[in-house]
């Protein structure tokens, strides 16, 4: 049960945090450049910048992030060093939360509940550890990337999809100790029924 309740949550915060780096729009600030004051969209992968606003639509120019060669950066407002750490290590928790959920469904298939059960939530565990503190360090670097530009890390600053990002670290969270807890009452069964066992062949 308690497994079910971690894979719950683990499956919750895999799905905002795939929805939040998918999003272009986590910090929204005004950039002093050459060419004049000009506001900024940050994401995880692209890099916008309004090109148009009127009252009914707003216009915007992308620039990948992973596409921009760094000896040849024209986008004046991009810390390249840290949007690109921070994209790879939205590529590396998404990828990690996947690895997560399919070994949860090795979990789930398995009837007995021995060693071998036991390694596969261990190692379900450390995928989703690895995967909080990876989600930890990509809003940490977007918000270092934000103070690098000289601006505030103030509330205003950051989108719905920065939230979401910290949220689902939160749920991440929970879904590691969750399944921890479910581990360790998995040890305290075996015990159990090995004392009972080991006092029924005494006699």
């Not at 005004?30 to 004049?36: D, F, I, K």
Request: proline content about 2%.
């Amino acid at each position: 049960m308690l497994f079910l309740i971690g894979f719950a949550w683990h499956v919750a915060a895999s799905f905002a945090f795939l929805l939040a780096i998918l999003t272009p729009n986590w910090a929204t600030y005004q950039v002093a450049t050459s060419l004049g004051n000009i506001t900024i969209q940050d994401g995880i992968f692209y890099v916008c910048e309004y090109i148009l606003t009127t009252s009914i639509y707003e216009a915007t120019r992308c620039v990948s992030i992973i596409d921009i060669d760094p000896s040849n950066n024209t986008l004046e407002i991009l810390k390249y060093p840290l949007s690109m750490a921070s994209a790879a290590l939205a590529i590396s928790c998404a990828g990690l939360s996947i690895i997560a959920l399919w070994l949860s469904g090795i979990y789930f298939n398995r009837r007995t509940r021995d060693k071998y059960t036991q390694c596969f939530l261990i190692s379900v565990s450390i995928a989703v550890l690895v995967s909080f503190l990876t989600s930890i360090a990509v809003w940490i670097l977007v918000i270092s990337e934000v103070l690098a530009l000289g601006q505030r890390a103030e509330r205003s600053v950051f989108r719905w999809p920065m939230w979401l990002a910290v949220g689902a670290s939160g749920g991440y969270l929970m879904a590691f100790i969750t399944m921890i807890l479910s581990f360790c009452s998995g040890l305290i069964c075996r015990r159990k029924r090995g004392s009972k066992y080991h006092a029924e062949t005494q006699f």
